[in-house]
């Protein structure tokens, strides 16, 4: 079992900055693909970026592309995603994500396709 804590959440002006963090246990973090994906109040739950095994590999949602940057350091079993010129739209619990198969044969920006998730960070930005 993978057990999945995100970290780095807080309240930031927009045009800040904010890097989460999420560490993985039960499972060495090379053998998972991994994904961030947000919910706000009342909203689905929408993709973010996702990262390769290797970290060789990486996908943005276009709303993030330019402003968010995807990395992993599986030494730590940590992924992380640095959140550049934050907006308030961009106000939303974070989930961090994972899935043990191959990056090349399911889209990781759907949801369905992993099958361990955190608990969430809450990311807030004023106006």
């Known amino acids: 079992q993978v057990q999945l804590v995100e970290s780095g959440g807080g309240l930031v002006q927009a045009g800040g900055s904010l890097r989460l963090s999420c560490t993985a246990s039960?499972?060495?973090?090379?053998?998972?693909?991994m994904g961030w994906f947000r919910q706000a109040p009342g909203k689905e739950r929408d993709f973010v970026a996702a990262?390769?095994?290797?970290?060789?590999?990486?996908n943005y949602a276009d709303s993030v592309k330019g402003r968010f940057t995807i990395s992993r350091d599986n030494a730590k079993n940590t992924v992380y995603l640095q959140m550049n010129t934050l907006k308030p739209e961009d106000t939303a619990v974070y989930l961090c994500?994972?899935?043990?198969?191959?990056?090349?044969?399911?889209?990781?920006?759907?949801?369905?396709?992993?099958?361990?998730w955190g608990q969430g960070t809450q990311v807030t930005v004023s106006s």
């Open positions: 990262i390769s095994k290797s970290g060789a590999f990486n």
């Open positions: 994500a994972a899935d043990g198969r191959s990056w090349n044969s399911y889209d990781y920006s759907r949801s369905q396709h992993y099958n361990y």
């Open positions: 039960g499972r060495t973090g090379s053998t998972l693909v």
